[in-house]
């Protein structure tokens, strides 16, 4: 089993569309969790990372954490076709794993016009 | 200010034969990172670097390894190189070792034939 599971998709939405990532995780010592766009290409840039359980938002992006249940989402509000890209969830613990992010697979996202 | 740099954009080489790829991190950044991104497989972490010393090594064999100059900027190394080790190699360095907002390049493409 991999530490971080994240469904590939593709997802594909019309423009506006809420869309909903997510990602599933095993390993309880992560303590941070970061959500990172990669268009083709490119390399991931990183749109925001939270620590502990809880919501975060930065314009029309939420970040949402239970650690509870080991799950974290990412919410795109009022998607565009620009958020076309693959996003990556990643995470961190401290210990010897210390500077490792572990990411999941990406899941494909479309938003079309 | 310039983001993260590497170098070549791609390279092709030999089975067997050794690659040397580049990164110069963000100015001010202490710590760079290693991911390989092969295909079906999501990035994978190789090699941490910070004050010029390793600090951690992903689950890759000895022929992958690397070194941090006095500038910060990295050199990685692939020896023996195998077909298997096709992907993108990407760069990513931090403020210090908050590996939570960590800038990647753009990546090298390393094609083995």
């Known amino acids: 089993q991999k530490e971080v599971e994240q469904d590939p998709g593709p997802l594909s939405v019309p423009e506006g569309a809420i869309v909903s990532l997510n990602c599933t995780y095993s390993n309880s010592a992560f303590q941070y969790f970061m959500w990172y766009r990669q268009y083709s290409r490119k390399g991931p840039e990183l749109l925001m990372y939270?620590?502990?359980?809880g919501n975060k938002e930065d314009g029309r992006f939420t970040a949402q954490v239970d650690k509870s249940s080991k799950y974290i989402s990412l919410f795109i509000r009022d998607s565009q076709p620009s958020d076309s890209a693959t996003y990556l969830c990643?995470?961190?613990?401290?210990?010897?794993?210390?500077?490792?992010?572990?990411f999941g697979q990406g899941t494909i996202l479309t938003v079309h016009p | 200010e310039a983001g993260v740099t590497q170098s070549p954009t791609h390279l092709i080489k030999t089975r067997g034969q050794q690659a040397t790829l580049r990164c110069s991190p963000i100015?001010?950044?202490?710590?760079v990172y290693w991911y390989q991104q092969a295909l079906g497989l999501g990035l994978q972490f190789l090699l941490w670097y910070d004050e010029g010393e390793e600090r951690n090594r992903g689950n890759f064999p000895p022929r992958f390894s690397g070194r941090q100059f006095p500038n910060y900027s990295s050199e990685l190394n692939v020896n023996a190189l195998e077909l298997e080790d096709s992907a993108l190699y990407l760069c990513?360095?931090?403020?210090?070792?908050?590996?939570?907002?960590?800038?990647f390049g753009q990546g090298t493409r390393l094609t083995v034939v």
């Open positions: 939270t620590y502990s359980s």
């Open positions: 100015s001010g950044h202490t710590s």
């Open positions: 990643a995470m961190t613990a401290g210990g010897t794993s210390y500077g490792k992010l572990t």
């Open positions: 990513a360095s931090s403020l210090g070792m908050m590996n939570t907002e960590a800038f």
